[in-house]
Protein backbone atom coordinates (compact mmCIF):
# COMPACT_ATOMS: atom_id res chain seq x y z
CA UNK A 1 0.00 0.00 0.00
CA UNK A 2 1.37 3.20 -1.15
CA UNK A 3 0.81 5.62 1.52
CA UNK A 4 0.25 9.41 -0.26
CA UNK A 5 1.35 7.24 -3.03
CA UNK A 6 4.88 7.08 -2.07
CA UNK A 7 5.73 10.17 -0.55
CA UNK A 8 9.58 9.55 -0.39
CA UNK A 9 9.69 8.52 -4.23
CA UNK A 10 7.28 11.16 -5.57
CA UNK A 11 5.89 14.19 -4.36
CA UNK A 12 3.17 13.06 -2.07
CA UNK A 13 -0.74 13.16 -3.18
CA UNK A 14 -0.21 14.01 -6.95
CA UNK A 15 -0.63 12.04 -9.70
CA UNK A 16 2.41 11.43 -10.68
CA UNK A 17 2.97 9.81 -6.96
CA UNK A 18 -0.33 7.78 -7.58
CA UNK A 19 1.09 6.64 -11.28
CA UNK A 20 4.21 5.54 -10.18
CA UNK A 21 3.36 3.68 -7.23
CA UNK A 22 0.62 1.61 -9.81
CA UNK A 23 2.64 0.80 -12.53
CA UNK A 24 5.85 0.77 -11.53
CA UNK A 25 5.83 -0.92 -7.94
CA UNK A 26 2.37 -2.28 -8.32
CA UNK A 27 0.38 -1.19 -5.43
CA UNK A 28 -2.23 -3.04 -4.33
CA UNK A 29 -3.45 -0.07 -3.08
CA UNK A 30 -3.09 3.39 -2.53
CA UNK A 31 -3.78 6.12 -0.03
CA UNK A 32 -4.54 9.81 -0.35
CA UNK A 33 -5.59 12.72 1.54
CA UNK A 34 -8.99 14.50 1.02
CA UNK A 35 -9.85 17.65 1.66
CA UNK A 36 -12.08 20.67 0.33
CA UNK A 37 -11.01 23.80 -1.46
CA UNK A 38 -12.71 26.86 -0.68
CA UNK A 39 -15.17 26.34 -3.72
CA UNK A 40 -16.00 22.99 -2.04
CA UNK A 41 -14.05 20.69 -4.58
CA UNK A 42 -12.35 17.63 -3.09
CA UNK A 43 -8.78 18.33 -3.38
CA UNK A 44 -5.68 15.80 -2.65
CA UNK A 45 -3.56 16.88 0.19
CA UNK A 46 -2.71 16.31 3.50
CA UNK A 47 -1.65 18.96 5.62
CA UNK A 48 -4.55 22.46 6.13
CA UNK A 49 -2.43 24.55 4.63
CA UNK A 50 -0.49 24.58 1.61
CA UNK A 51 2.95 25.44 3.22
CA UNK A 52 4.95 22.29 3.58
CA UNK A 53 4.03 20.45 0.26
CA UNK A 54 4.44 24.11 -1.97
CA UNK A 55 5.94 27.46 -2.47
CA UNK A 56 2.72 28.80 -1.60
CA UNK A 57 0.53 29.50 1.73
CA UNK A 58 -2.26 29.58 3.32
CA UNK A 59 -5.07 27.61 4.39
CA UNK A 60 -6.17 25.20 1.86
CA UNK A 61 -10.23 25.64 2.87
CA UNK A 62 -9.60 29.47 1.87
CA UNK A 63 -7.94 28.82 -1.59
CA UNK A 64 -10.25 28.06 -4.57
CA UNK A 65 -9.64 25.19 -7.05
CA UNK A 66 -7.75 27.18 -8.85
CA UNK A 67 -5.95 28.94 -6.40
CA UNK A 68 -4.58 25.31 -5.44
CA UNK A 69 -3.96 24.52 -9.33
CA UNK A 70 -1.70 27.50 -9.75
CA UNK A 71 0.88 25.91 -6.94
CA UNK A 72 3.58 23.76 -7.76
CA UNK A 73 3.08 20.83 -5.40
CA UNK A 74 6.65 19.37 -6.21
CA UNK A 75 8.63 22.48 -5.15
CA UNK A 76 9.54 21.27 -1.63
CA UNK A 77 9.71 17.29 -2.52
CA UNK A 78 13.46 16.00 -1.93
CA UNK A 79 13.82 12.45 -3.79
CA UNK A 80 15.93 9.87 -1.98
CA UNK A 81 18.91 11.33 -3.00
CA UNK A 82 18.28 14.96 -1.38
CA UNK A 83 17.61 16.67 -5.11
CA UNK A 84 14.88 19.01 -5.70
CA UNK A 85 14.24 16.80 -8.67
CA UNK A 86 10.53 18.00 -9.29
CA UNK A 87 10.17 21.52 -8.66
CA UNK A 88 9.19 23.63 -11.94
CA UNK A 89 8.37 20.36 -13.69
CA UNK A 90 4.01 20.92 -13.50
CA UNK A 91 3.32 18.76 -10.90
CA UNK A 92 -0.16 20.46 -9.37
CA UNK A 93 -2.31 19.57 -6.45
CA UNK A 94 -4.99 17.43 -8.22
CA UNK A 95 -8.44 16.95 -7.51
CA UNK A 96 -10.04 13.03 -6.25
CA UNK A 97 -11.99 12.93 -9.30
CA UNK A 98 -8.53 13.25 -11.39
CA UNK A 99 -6.57 10.43 -9.18
CA UNK A 100 -10.28 8.18 -10.13
CA UNK A 101 -9.97 9.00 -13.44
CA UNK A 102 -6.41 8.75 -14.07
CA UNK A 103 -6.73 5.30 -11.78
CA UNK A 104 -9.67 3.55 -12.80
CA UNK A 105 -8.88 0.26 -11.54
CA UNK A 106 -6.48 0.71 -8.81
CA UNK A 107 -7.87 0.52 -5.15
CA UNK A 108 -7.98 3.54 -2.88
CA UNK A 109 -8.17 4.12 0.56
CA UNK A 110 -9.11 7.85 0.68
CA UNK A 111 -8.59 9.58 4.65
CA UNK A 112 -10.80 12.18 5.04
CA UNK A 113 -9.28 15.25 6.54
CA UNK A 114 -11.65 17.48 7.38
CA UNK A 115 -15.46 17.24 8.92
CA UNK A 116 -18.11 17.87 5.93
CA UNK A 117 -15.80 16.43 3.41
CA UNK A 118 -17.12 13.57 2.86
CA UNK A 119 -20.41 14.30 0.89
CA UNK A 120 -18.20 15.77 -1.90
CA UNK A 121 -15.64 12.78 -1.76
CA UNK A 122 -18.59 10.09 -2.14
CA UNK A 123 -20.35 12.10 -5.09
CA UNK A 124 -17.26 12.00 -6.61
CA UNK A 125 -16.44 8.11 -5.61
CA UNK A 126 -20.10 7.49 -7.14
CA UNK A 127 -20.23 9.30 -10.22
CA UNK A 128 -17.05 7.52 -11.14
CA UNK A 129 -18.54 4.10 -10.54
CA UNK A 130 -15.85 3.54 -7.97
CA UNK A 131 -17.41 2.71 -5.10
CA UNK A 132 -16.51 -1.07 -5.27
CA UNK A 133 -12.55 -0.15 -4.78
CA UNK A 134 -12.83 2.84 -2.38
CA UNK A 135 -11.81 2.70 1.15
CA UNK A 136 -13.15 5.99 3.23
CA UNK A 137 -11.11 6.59 6.52
CA UNK A 138 -10.28 8.52 9.00
CA UNK A 139 -9.14 8.57 12.51
CA UNK A 140 -11.87 11.22 13.42
CA UNK A 141 -15.12 9.32 12.80
CA UNK A 142 -17.23 12.53 13.03
CA UNK A 143 -15.11 12.96 9.45
CA UNK A 144 -17.26 9.63 8.06
CA UNK A 145 -20.20 8.90 6.46
CA UNK A 146 -22.42 6.25 8.07
CA UNK A 147 -22.85 3.18 7.57
CA UNK A 148 -26.55 4.11 5.79
CA UNK A 149 -24.63 6.81 3.73
CA UNK A 150 -22.08 5.25 1.92
CA UNK A 151 -22.35 1.48 0.75
CA UNK A 152 -18.24 1.01 0.30
CA UNK A 153 -15.74 0.02 2.79
CA UNK A 154 -15.27 2.13 5.79
CA UNK A 155 -12.07 1.90 8.06
CA UNK A 156 -12.19 2.54 12.00
CA UNK A 157 -12.16 5.59 13.51
CA UNK A 158 -9.65 6.11 16.65
CA UNK A 159 -11.98 5.38 19.08
CA UNK A 160 -13.29 2.74 17.50
CA UNK A 161 -9.76 1.16 17.34
CA UNK A 162 -9.17 1.73 21.07
CA UNK A 163 -12.01 0.52 22.33
CA UNK A 164 -11.68 -2.61 20.01
CA UNK A 165 -7.80 -3.06 20.85
CA UNK A 166 -8.83 -2.86 24.97
CA UNK A 167 -11.22 -5.59 24.45
CA UNK A 168 -8.73 -7.83 22.76
CA UNK A 169 -5.45 -6.56 25.46
CA UNK A 170 -7.60 -7.75 28.20
CA UNK A 171 -9.28 -10.29 26.79
CA UNK A 172 -12.37 -9.56 27.20
CA UNK A 173 -14.22 -12.45 25.36
CA UNK A 174 -13.26 -15.72 23.09
CA UNK A 175 -12.95 -15.24 19.38
CA UNK A 176 -16.62 -16.54 19.61
CA UNK A 177 -17.66 -13.42 21.87
CA UNK A 178 -15.47 -10.64 18.99
CA UNK A 179 -17.59 -12.71 16.25
CA UNK A 180 -21.14 -12.04 17.96
CA UNK A 181 -20.81 -8.53 17.91
CA UNK A 182 -18.05 -7.52 15.67
CA UNK A 183 -17.27 -3.41 15.47
CA UNK A 184 -19.32 -1.63 12.79
CA UNK A 185 -16.37 -1.26 10.14
CA UNK A 186 -15.02 -3.16 7.57
CA UNK A 187 -10.76 -2.56 7.94
CA UNK A 188 -8.64 -1.33 10.86
CA UNK A 189 -6.04 1.03 9.22
CA UNK A 190 -3.88 1.24 12.34
CA UNK A 191 -0.14 2.67 13.21
CA UNK A 192 2.09 -0.39 14.73
CA UNK A 193 2.45 1.96 18.12
CA UNK A 194 0.21 5.09 19.49
CA UNK A 195 1.42 6.85 22.60
CA UNK A 196 4.26 4.26 23.72
CA UNK A 197 1.69 1.43 23.66
CA UNK A 198 2.09 -1.49 20.82
CA UNK A 199 -1.06 -1.59 18.81
CA UNK A 200 -0.59 -4.45 16.35
CA UNK A 201 0.07 -7.46 18.67
CA UNK A 202 -0.69 -11.40 17.87
CA UNK A 203 -3.52 -10.82 19.75
CA UNK A 204 -5.26 -7.41 18.35
CA UNK A 205 -5.23 -9.30 14.38
CA UNK A 206 -6.81 -12.57 15.88
CA UNK A 207 -9.41 -10.75 17.40
CA UNK A 208 -9.72 -8.71 14.15
CA UNK A 209 -9.65 -11.84 12.05
CA UNK A 210 -12.16 -13.74 14.46
CA UNK A 211 -14.83 -10.83 13.08
CA UNK A 212 -12.93 -11.33 9.51
CA UNK A 213 -11.83 -7.83 9.29
CA UNK A 214 -8.19 -7.28 7.84
CA UNK A 215 -5.71 -5.38 9.84
CA UNK A 216 -3.21 -2.85 8.05
CA UNK A 217 -0.71 -0.73 8.89
CA UNK A 218 0.81 2.69 8.86
CA UNK A 219 3.07 4.48 8.00
CA UNK A 220 6.26 1.15 7.57
CA UNK A 221 9.63 1.96 6.03
CA UNK A 222 11.40 -0.02 7.62
CA UNK A 223 12.16 -3.68 5.86
CA UNK A 224 12.84 -5.34 8.81
CA UNK A 225 9.80 -4.00 10.64
CA UNK A 226 7.90 -4.99 7.30
CA UNK A 227 8.94 -8.37 7.66
CA UNK A 228 8.13 -8.73 11.19
CA UNK A 229 4.54 -7.53 10.57
CA UNK A 230 3.95 -9.71 7.49
CA UNK A 231 5.00 -12.51 10.48
CA UNK A 232 2.41 -11.26 12.50
CA UNK A 233 -0.19 -11.99 9.99
CA UNK A 234 -1.03 -8.22 9.08
CA UNK A 235 -2.82 -7.84 5.95
CA UNK A 236 -1.71 -4.77 4.81
CA UNK A 237 1.34 -2.22 4.97
CA UNK A 238 1.03 1.45 4.11
CA UNK A 239 4.80 2.94 3.34
CA UNK A 240 6.28 5.86 1.80
CA UNK A 241 8.50 3.37 0.17
CA UNK A 242 6.20 1.32 -2.17
CA UNK A 243 9.92 -0.02 -3.86
CA UNK A 244 11.09 -1.45 -0.53
CA UNK A 245 7.86 -3.08 0.61
CA UNK A 246 7.43 -4.34 -3.18
CA UNK A 247 10.69 -6.25 -2.50
CA UNK A 248 10.16 -7.64 0.44
CA UNK A 249 6.92 -8.80 -0.23
CA UNK A 250 8.13 -10.62 -3.29
CA UNK A 251 11.10 -12.02 -1.88
CA UNK A 252 8.42 -13.49 0.67
CA UNK A 253 6.83 -15.08 -1.94
CA UNK A 254 10.15 -16.52 -3.31
CA UNK A 255 9.93 -14.21 -6.44
CA UNK A 256 12.33 -11.66 -8.32
CA UNK A 257 10.87 -8.06 -7.24
CA UNK A 258 9.32 -5.62 -9.78
CA UNK A 259 12.00 -3.91 -11.77
CA UNK A 260 14.51 -5.26 -9.81
CA UNK A 261 18.25 -5.56 -9.96
Known amino acids: MAHRGGAALAPENTLEAFTCAAERWAADMIELDVRLSRDGR ?32 GYRFRDPDGRRSQRGRGVRIPTLDEVLERLPWTRLTVELKAEGAWPAAVAAIRARGAVHRVVLASSDSRHLPERSEYEGALSA ?26 PPVDIFQVP ?7 VVTPGFIRAAHAC ?37 LEEAAGRPPPHGD
Open 42 to 73: PVVIHDPTVDRTTEGSGAVSELTLAELRSLDA
Open 157 to 182: GRKTVLKFWLAARLRLGRRAAFRRSP
Open 192 to 198: TRWRGLA
Open 212 to 248: NIPVQVWTVNDPDEMRRLLDLGVDGIQSDRPDLLARV
